[in-house]
């Protein structure tokens, strides 16, 4: 028997006697994305009663928490989340959650030099190897800080969690480890597809039209990075590189279509760059013991310096609304938070950074409120209460579905002619009225 087995038996416990080790005014990181923790969710929730005041980092949620449901109205928990997904913003809506303002790529940093204490890491991971390796799965992200961080290690092993090759960062050794958990076969969450709009593959053909062979792809998140995916695996495009911050299922469409091959990646040659994945099953056996897709820590893939190693980088990530002086906002509809930052600011710079590289933020022209009354995206100015996600002077490419305009270098006056151009032609004349008033509208302009 080795060494390695003894420690994992050692350490073995029940998942009622790994969370006892969790004291009222702890900060727990929690779940993040595809690495749920169902069993030792569920072991933490039935503490509700005896504890107070304890912090759980956490974020992407692909399934609902037995912590929350047991604590409605946030009297023993507290839900902070670096990302709202579709859960998370539904915990916002109760009053449970509150976002953490943050640059993606700075995450492990944050936890290591700017939270003054972690009291424990809770991590799902896949069974042990024979060399006492637990393999973090499809998400790396910041975990290689919050096991160097944590006072106390407790995993939860997933029978089910593909085993995913790195990279570096992409495992725990189990004598770093002080609890192991059992949790048997409690499957991957399944993300289906966003339905893709006729809206969406418009925007989507602007943003083809300008790819060349041997880019280098990094998707967002949503119904129009899809559906240009989709796109991308149908067209005749070849040498794609990925280096990205999510993996999704079009990357697997790309793959299987013959247009991704990284060879014309200048680091990471023929390999498949991401710190998170989440989508279907077919994605999660993708992953699975393939030496062609490489999971890293967040500081490495979203690193401006690190991507932007890439030659011809082309970074395709949505947004909410933006203002006529080009500035983004991808996280909130005034005050009322949607997602978060994430790392679309870090490939919109490493994008432009990049040799040949570009950067495009795509969106619908318009959206329709509850009401049914119809609004642009495009604005005088940002809605009040409006964050900044991107700055103006980083914004290069915009694509609607009226046309894509390059903003990088351009004058007010340029930029919100170039917008104006874009947006869905009920609201021009109004646009120009409002850009008349904040003297960035030429006489000359039509």
Same mark, same amino acid.
């Given at each position: 028997?080795?060494?390695?087995?003894?420690?994992?038996?050692?350490?073995?416990?029940?998942?009622?006697?790994?969370?006892?080790?969790?004291?009222?005014?702890?900060?727990?990181?929690?779940?993040?994305?595809?690495?749920?923790?169902?069993? =030792?969710? =569920?072991?933490?929730?039935?503490?509700?009663?005896?504890?107070?005041?304890?912090?759980?980092?956490?974020?992407?949620?692909?399934? *609902?928490?037995?912590?929350?449901?047991?604590?409605?109205?946030?009297?023993?928990?507290?839900?902070?989340?670096?990302?709202?997904?579709?859960? $998370?913003?539904?915990?916002?809506? !109760?009053?449970?959650?509150?976002?953490?303002?943050?640059?993606?790529?700075?995450?492990?940093?944050?936890?290591?030099?700017?939270?003054?204490?972690?009291?424990?890491?809770?991590?799902?991971?896949?069974?042990?190897?024979?060399?006492?390796?637990?393999?973090?799965?499809?998400?790396?992200?910041?975990?290689?800080?919050?096991?160097?961080?944590?006072?106390? @290690?407790?995993?939860?092993?997933?029978?089910?969690? *593909?085993?995913?090759?790195?990279?570096?960062?992409?495992?725990?050794? @189990?004598?770093?480890?002080?609890?192991?958990?059992?949790?048997?076969?409690?499957?991957?969450?399944?993300?289906?597809?966003?339905?893709?709009?006729?809206?969406?593959?418009?925007?989507?053909?602007?943003? =083809?039209?300008?790819?060349?062979?041997? $880019?280098?792809?990094? =998707?967002?998140?949503?119904?129009?990075?899809?559906?240009?995916?989709?796109?991308?695996?149908?067209?005749?495009?070849?040498?794609?590189? @990925?280096?990205?911050?999510?993996?999704?299922?079009?990357?697997?469409?790309?793959?299987?279509?013959?247009?991704?091959?990284?060879?014309?990646?200048?680091? $990471?040659?023929?390999? !498949?760059?991401?710190?998170?994945?989440?989508?279907?099953?077919?994605?999660?056996?993708?992953?699975?013991?393939?030496?062609?897709?490489?999971?890293? *820590?967040?500081?490495?893939?979203?690193?401006?310096?690190?991507?932007?190693?890439?030659?011809?980088?082309?970074?395709?990530?949505?947004?909410?609304?933006?203002?006529?002086?080009?500035? @983004?906002?991808?996280?909130?509809?005034?005050?009322?938070?949607?997602?978060?930052?994430?790392?679309?600011?870090?490939?919109?710079?490493?994008?432009?950074?990049?040799?040949?590289?570009?950067?495009?933020?795509?969106?619908?022209?318009?959206?329709?409120?509850?009401?049914?009354?119809?609004?642009?995206?495009?604005?005088?100015?940002?809605?009040?209460?409006?964050?900044?996600?991107?700055?103006?002077?980083?914004?290069?490419?915009?694509?609607?579905?009226?046309? !894509?305009?390059?903003?990088?270098?351009?004058?007010?006056?340029?930029?919100?002619?170039?917008?104006?151009?874009?947006?869905?032609? $009920?609201?021009?004349?109004?646009?120009?009225?409002?850009?008349?008033?904040?003297?960035?509208?030429?006489?000359?302009?039509?």
């Amino acid at each position: 028997m080795s060494t390695w087995v003894e420690e994992y038996r050692r350490k073995l416990t029940t998942p009622d006697k790994a969370v006892g080790v969790v004291k009222s005014g702890d900060w727990i990181i929690y779940s993040y994305a595809a690495n749920t923790l169902p069993v =030792l969710d =569920l072991a933490l929730a039935k503490r509700t009663p005896e504890l107070r005041d304890i912090q759980l980092l956490a974020g992407v949620s692909m399934r *609902p928490h037995a912590v929350v449901k047991a604590d409605p109205r946030g009297e023993h928990f507290t839900w902070d989340c670096v990302h709202f997904s579709v859960i $998370d913003r539904k915990y916002y809506e !109760m009053g449970r959650a509150f976002y953490v303002p943050l640059r993606y790529s700075e995450v492990p940093r944050y936890i290591l030099e700017n939270i003054s204490h972690i009291d424990v890491f809770m991590v799902q991971v896949s069974p042990m190897d024979q060399h006492g390796n637990f393999n973090f799965g499809p998400t790396i992200s910041h975990y290689p800080a919050a096991a160097e961080k944590a006072k106390i @290690v407790i995993v939860e092993v997933n029978e089910d969690m *593909p085993i995913a090759h790195g990279g570096y960062g992409n495992y725990i050794h @189990v004598s770093e480890v002080d609890y192991i958990v059992e949790g048997g076969h409690t499957g991957m969450p399944q993300i289906p597809t966003t339905p893709i709009t006729d809206v969406d593959r418009k925007i989507a053909q602007y943003v =083809l039209d300008d790819l060349r062979d041997g $880019d280098c792809i990094q =998707l967002g998140i949503g119904a129009m990075p899809n559906a240009l995916g989709q796109m991308i695996a149908a067209s005749d495009l070849k040498d794609l590189g @990925v280096h990205t911050e999510m993996l999704v299922d079009s990357y697997v469409d790309m793959w299987e279509a013959g247009r991704i091959s990284g060879r014309k990646k200048q680091i $990471d040659k023929g390999r !498949m760059v991401y710190t998170f994945a989440g989508g279907t099953q077919k994605l999660y056996d993708f992953i699975h013991n393939n030496p062609q897709v490489a999971g890293y *820590p967040v500081d490495y893939t979203n690193d401006r310096f690190i991507a932007s190693r890439n030659d011809n980088l082309v970074s395709i990530n949505n947004a909410l609304e933006i203002d006529l002086s080009g500035q @983004v906002c991808s996280e909130t509809i005034g005050p009322r938070m949607i997602s978060g930052a994430g790392g679309q600011l870090d490939f919109v710079d490493a994008a432009y950074n990049s040799k040949g590289g570009r950067s495009f933020i795509c969106m619908e022209s318009t959206f329709t409120d509850a009401e049914g009354k119809r609004h642009s995206r495009i604005r005088p100015l940002l809605t009040e209460g409006a964050v900044v996600t991107d700055t103006r002077p980083m914004v290069q490419y915009v694509a609607t579905e009226y046309g !894509m305009a390059n903003l990088k270098g351009g004058t007010t006056w340029q930029r919100a002619e170039r917008l104006i151009g874009l947006a869905h032609p $009920d609201f021009r004349e109004d646009l120009i009225k409002e850009a008349e008033k904040l003297k960035i509208w030429r006489r000359s302009n039509k």
